[in-house]
């Protein structure tokens, strides 16, 4: 069964860049949009970006000019580009293709 895989988290400090990657989601013919979500500790999961088929791009309030979500020309990964880290970033970010398929998700924790 399609999975989709994350990687690239991990503990950084606040500030500066770092690049997650979303692979193995399907068939590209039958994704319509991929959603970045997070889930903070003891907070419900949100989706803080998504990225259309058809290039439209979408953030929530909180990550907006701070987040980027773009893909290859192959469309074969995902990716969401963190810039300014700040420690409410730390959660747990998921990929999801049509919003549909959970994968295991990465951890990143932003700390000094």
């Known amino acids: 069964q399609v999975q989709p895989v994350e990687s690239g988290g991990g503990l950084v400090q606040p500030g500066g860049s770092l690049r997650l990657s979303c692979t193995n989601f399907?068939?590209?013919?039958?994704?319509?949009?991929i959603g970045w979500f997070r889930q903070a500790p003891g907070k419900q999961r949100e989706l803080v970006a998504s990225?259309?088929?058809?290039?439209?791009?979408n953030y929530a309030g909180s990550v907006k000019g701070r987040l980027t979500t773009y893909r290859d020309n192959a469309w074969n990964t995902v990716y969401l580009q963190m810039n300014s880290r700040r420690p409410e970033d730390t959660a747990v970010y998921y990929c999801?293709?049509?919003?549909?398929?959970w994968g295991q998700g990465i951890q990143v924790t932003i700390s000094s």
């Open positions: 990225l259309s088929k058809g290039g439209r791009t």
């Open positions: 999801n293709p049509n919003y549909i398929l």
């Open positions: 399907g068939s590209t013919f039958s994704i319509y949009i």
